[in-house]
């Protein structure tokens, strides 16, 4: 009887040294966190990659889509958004990640908080909100990765396999459609595709084996040089987000 006395104190004492240190970690937390946002711009962003005015404009969004807890050592959303940004910008481990970044969490909440996160960031709303093909206003489908000039993204989808060929993607989308709709109008729209699309009116693919010195070799040279936008875009994208 008196053993198992003993034990539970011992249980007892353990668990508030336990909510001690959690409840120390948190107020730390919150205090890191107000000296990240006390940062200038130029200081926030290569941390967080987000200017601070963008980032409170996502916390407030994502707020809608995020668990919030009743309890005392809860991980506000400020929080949970920095740590994640942290582990997207950097591509780190998790530990280092809350250590470093993320005011101080733990391996186990950072990568909740990157999960929450990321979840929300796949809500239905989110996607139908920031991703989409424009010039219609019909519902898109989604397709591999399509930018514009500006290295704007805007469509893309990871649905497929790596070993899914490009053409099968094509003809499984809905942008197909979309821009063959806007070519029968009229719009004046093209999508700059590699080889292994096929060649339409409104996706303008390179000519294999062009003659030397002809006009379409001149044609196939600029195609190439228009279309290594999107490579570029996937570099910069890949810069900015390493994880």
Not at 6 to 13: K, N, T
Not at 125 to 152: A, E, Q, V
Not at 196 to 223: C, D, F, K, Q
Request: a positive charge; one cysteine or more; proline letters at 2%.
């Amino acid at each position: 009887m008196a053993r198992a006395v003993l034990l539970i104190e011992a249980l007892e004492v353990e668990d508030r040294r336990y909510q001690s240190r959690t409840t120390a970690r948190l107020r730390r937390s919150l205090r890191d966190q107000a000296k990240a946002l006390e940062l200038s711009d130029s200081e926030f962003k290569p941390h967080y990659r987000l200017s601070k005015e963008l980032f409170q404009d996502l916390c407030t969004e994502l707020k809608t889509y995020m668990v919030t807890s009743r309890r005392k050592t809860k991980i506000n959303v400020e929080c949970k958004v920095l740590t994640a940004l942290s582990f997207y910008a950097t591509g780190s481990y998790q530990k280092l990640v809350g250590m470093r970044y993320s005011h101080g969490l733990c391996q186990a909440s950072v990568s909740n908080a990157v999960k929450e996160v990321t979840m929300a960031l796949n809500k239905y709303n989110m996607l139908k909100k920031y991703i989409h093909f424009p010039g219609t206003k019909r519902k898109t489908g989604y397709y591999k990765w399509i930018c514009d000039s500006d290295l704007n993204i805007i469509n893309i989808d990871a649905s497929f396999s790596g070993a899914t060929h490009d053409a099968h993607i094509w003809k499984n989308s809905q942008i197909s459609q979309q821009l063959q709709e806007l070519h029968n109008r009229g719009e004046a729209v093209w999508l700059l595709g590699e080889s292994g699309y096929p060649l339409r009116p409104w996706l303008l693919t390179p000519i294999v084996n062009a003659e030397p010195g002809s006009a379409y070799e001149h044609y196939t040279n600029m195609h190439c040089l228009t279309r290594n936008t999107v490579e570029r875009c996937i570099g910069v994208l890949k810069a900015r987000w390493r994880c």
